[in-house]
């Protein structure tokens, strides 16, 4: 889930493999939550409730806190209970406590208000330890095992009656540039604000970008490259062109107007705290950087809006549920659905190519100077980004532990934005790839779930995951952020239009401008925002990248389609019946139609396809076709018309294995006229993860539960049905081209997506699919009818995110 820093032109360098999630990342951060990663333990056994458990208020903590003293603390002259303190630093948190500032190797621990030991924990090497899940009471200390050193008495807030009030965030003064905001914990989280213009004559527009990246760093010129351009004769009209913020959407946004503040989420670059992914902590920190950055004079209307794609854009979700007052409207591009089947493990295989990946660098970038700009800033003099460094050894590194629990927990649906966004109530613009090589097309699984807002807006279209940051998207998002956040007419400044076109050729090789700004014609703002908010929510563009008359590859539309809602009412399942020699029709399968086998791939896994970088116009593709014996692939007789299909699809298989597992991969693709194929999407299922969540299950999309309950290994030799989810889509196939379906090992179908395949200990393995009237193998597919499709069949290669490569017939292997 990469947000790119920003030296490249318009902040369209975006994605590095080295930074790769998940958010999808999920599950990894879901499990993120459990004590026992970290050196420290709960003593489940002898914690109990704190008598004020709910009542978390100074007042009510003082009795408390006095009904815990012991006799030992107690005054012998007056009987009053005294404190005392450590020679070592505790901050109280929400459900947590954190020490600084004691000696490495020490081991402390944690005493309730009845003098029980709750948790343990040794200091680590840079004087820190993090005492999590703690239940929030009063009375509670923190000393050393000898009882010599010690702290008390100390409250653990909890997450429901921790809000400061308005004070709090009045209080708090930010400027342009670097600085730090207070969390209702006492922590300080490193900022960098970058203003339109100066604060005087404000107020502005404000976004907040979120993450765990680098949007605090400090800004500095834009790289103009090869473009010959003097930027300082434009920074007076665009002053972030010469202040230049960590984070894409703050560029762009400085250039249309906005004032934008990057937030270092805590743990992470110069923030304090201790990193766990989307634990509590950092929504609730979400939630006072919005009103911490809504007070200041210098924001519009006091309220905020937040901006971001993927790790950035995650983040909004969990944000926008805590519900901060001020908070107006949320943008979140390239985003995942699900904490695990997003990305993490799609179908229960864990995707050790990305998500790993990701996890481990975002993990390791959260070590004390992890992100390598923060010595700079002590070697400057910050003594706080210096005395944020000694907690985030404390560092929750979950990827071991995500890959020792393969099933779904329930206890961490709160990690999971399809369990929650319902709760988001403001304005919502979100955008996404079908073919999303980081945090994957899975993302329209939520369009239906935000139930909790009026306004929303749902883009998608095929492509990559930094093409949220392109022409046909940023017109729109621009238009959204405009309406809702400026509470302005729409209009990108003519500068800005003068400009884009020059810094996308330097990224693409070719000028690409902004489409037009859509609501100029109204002479109100109210008029332009009753037209826009009349407008279907549900927008479709095809054929990124394959424009009639643009340079191929660039990222401009062919067309679009809009809808009314999400599931289009407009689709038709449509089912096609896997065949015998490798047919696929809509026709029931022969009783006498059989089976087809492949052997067990045990390297497929490792397989990817792109060697470059994926950004550019014409990525360098490296999409292998399947190898007969290690595949089954099933081709529909060239199509009469133009078919158009947007939305999920289900691989409704009978499979039957000589072991007691199978991975699954199921591709469709396009087999163009031309002896081009197209990739078009896929979809996984590990055999043994194949019950079915029948509540949230359609005909198009198969819900799996993923339940350790739910684990049912494959009897070797006998016929087993299962539904692999593949994710949605957007596509034309074209009169006269085939669709194609191929079933195979995972692997080999994306740019950076790995598997970790089920081990079969080097044991020959064998699956097979059945094509017959007993076991009949099928797939639906999410046809809508009636769509004039205005473009000819586009180049191959062409569109962004599809790979092309030359078609070869292909025999399946009947089974024994």
Not at 5 to 29: D, G, K, V
Not at 306 to 322: C, D, K, M, N, T
Request: charged share 20%.
């Amino acid at each position: 889930m990469t947000e790119p820093s920003s030296p490249q032109p318009f902040e369209l360098a975006l994605t590095r493999p080295a930074r790769a999630i998940a958010s999808s990342t999920l599950l990894m951060l879901a499990l993120a939550l459990s004590a026992s990663a970290c050196n420290y333990s709960i003593h489940t056994d002898s914690l109990e409730p704190a008598t004020d458990a709910g009542t978390d208020t100074e007042g009510d903590a003082t009795d408390a806190m006095t009904s815990g003293a012991t006799e030992a603390d107690t005054d012998a002259t007056d009987g009053e209970p005294m404190g005392s303190e450590a020679t070592f630093d505790v901050r109280e948190s929400v459900e947590q406590l954190h020490v600084w500032n004691a000696t490495p190797g020490t081991k402390l621990r944690v005493l309730d208000e009845t003098g029980a030991e709750v948790a343990s924990g040794t200091v680590d090497e840079y004087g820190g330890l993090v005492f999590r899940l703690l239940e929030p009471g009063s009375g509670y200390s923190v000393e050393t095992m000898d009882g010599d050193d010690r702290e008390w008495p100390l409250t653990v807030l909890s997450k429901h009656n921790s809000t400061p009030d308005q004070a709090f965030y009045d209080g708090q003064e930010l400027g342009p540039g670097f600085g730090y905001i207070e969390t209702r914990d006492g922590t300080k989280l490193s900022i960098y604000v970058s203003l339109p213009g100066p604060p005087e004559e404000g107020p502005y527009p404000t976004l907040i970008n979120y993450s765990g990246y680098e949007p605090s760093k400090p800004g500095a010129p834009i790289d103009a490259g090869g473009l010959g351009i003097d930027i300082e004769s434009l920074c007076v009209d665009l002053p972030v062109l010469c202040d230049n913020p960590n984070h894409p959407s703050g560029t762009i946004a400085g250039l249309m107007g906005f004032a934008t503040v990057g937030v270092n989420m805590r743990g992470t670059g110069c923030s304090g705290g201790a990193y766990d992914y989307f634990e509590p902590l950092q929504a609730l920190d979400g939630y006072d950087i919005v009103e911490a950055v809504a007070a200041q004079d210098w924001v519009k209307d006091h309220e905020v809006g937040l901006a971001g794609l993927s790790y950035p854009g995650i983040s909004q979700l969990f944000i926008a549920r805590e519900n901060p007052p001020s908070l107006i409207a949320i943008s979140p591009l390239s985003i995942i659905a699900d904490i695990s089947t997003s990305t993490l493990a799609p179908g229960g295989i864990f995707n050790q190519g990305f998500a790993l990946n990701w996890a481990e660098n975002v993990v390791g970038n959260a070590d004390p100077y992890g992100q390598g700009w923060e010595q700079d800033q002590v070697d400057a003099g910050d003594t706080i980004c210096e005395e944020n460094q000694k907690l985030h050894g404390q560092k929750v590194d979950a990827v071991a532990k995500a890959l020792a629990n393969p099933f779904y927990n329930p206890e961490l649906d709160d990690l999971n934005p399809l369990t929650f966004v319902d709760q988001i109530t403001v304005p919502i613009f979100t955008a996404g790839a079908w073919q999303d090589e980081q945090t994957g097309g899975q993302f329209p699984a939520l369009w239906d779930q935000f139930t909790g807002t009026d306004i929303v807006r749902y883009n998608g279209y095929n492509g990559v995951h930094a093409d949220g940051y392109t022409p046909d998207l940023l017109i729109e998002w621009n238009h959204f952020l405009s309406f809702y956040v400026k509470k302005e007419i729409p209009e990108i400044p003519e500068l800005v239009r003068t400009l884009a076109p020059l810094l996308f050729q330097e990224f693409f090789g070719d000028p690409v401008p902004l489409p037009p700004d859509r609501f100029l014609m109204y002479d109100s703002y109210e008029s332009a925002l009753a037209a826009y908010e009349a407008e279907p929510p549900v927008r479709i563009l095809f054929g990124m990248g394959g424009a009639p008359g643009e340079a191929p590859g660039l990222p401009i539309k062919s067309f679009e389609q809009s809808f009314d809602q999400w599931p289009l009412t407009e689709l038709t399942p449509q089912r096609w019946y896997l065949q015998p020699w490798g047919a696929l029709n809509q026709a029931t399968a022969p009783a006498d139609g059989g089976a087809s086998q492949w052997t067990h791939d045990p390297e497929a896994g490792s397989v990817t396809t792109l060697s470059g970088d994926i950004n550019s116009a014409l990525p360098n593709w490296n999409w292998p076709n399947e190898q007969e014996g290690f595949a089954a692939a099933f081709e529909s007789p060239p199509l009469a018309e133009d078919v158009v299909m947007i939305g999920p699809a289900s691989a409704d298989l009978w499979i039957r294995s000589t072991a007691n597992e199978a991975d699954l991969e199921v591709t469709i693709t396009e087999v163009r006229p031309d002896g081009e194929e197209m990739y078009v999407q896929s979809g996984w299922l590990r055999a043994s993860h194949r019950t079915i969540d029948e509540s949230k299950s359609t005909e198009l999309r198969p819900v799996h539960t993923h339940l350790e309950s739910d684990f049912t290994p494959l009897v070797p030799g006998e016929w087993t049905f299962a539904r692999v989810e593949i994710f949605p889509f957007g596509h034309v196939f074209r009169a006269g081209s085939s669709i194609r379906v191929a079933i195979d090992d995972p692997g080999g179908t994306r740019a950076e997506w790995s598997f970790i395949l089920h081990d079969f200990g080097g044991e020959e393995v064998t699956h097979t699919v059945g094509h017959n009237s007993e076991q009949a193998s099928s797939i639906v597919l999410p046809v809508v009818p009636n769509i004039d499709v205005p473009t000819p069949l586009p180049a191959c290669p062409s569109l962004r995110g599809q790979p092309c490569r030359t078609y070869q017939t292909f025999s399946n292997e009947p089974a024994e």
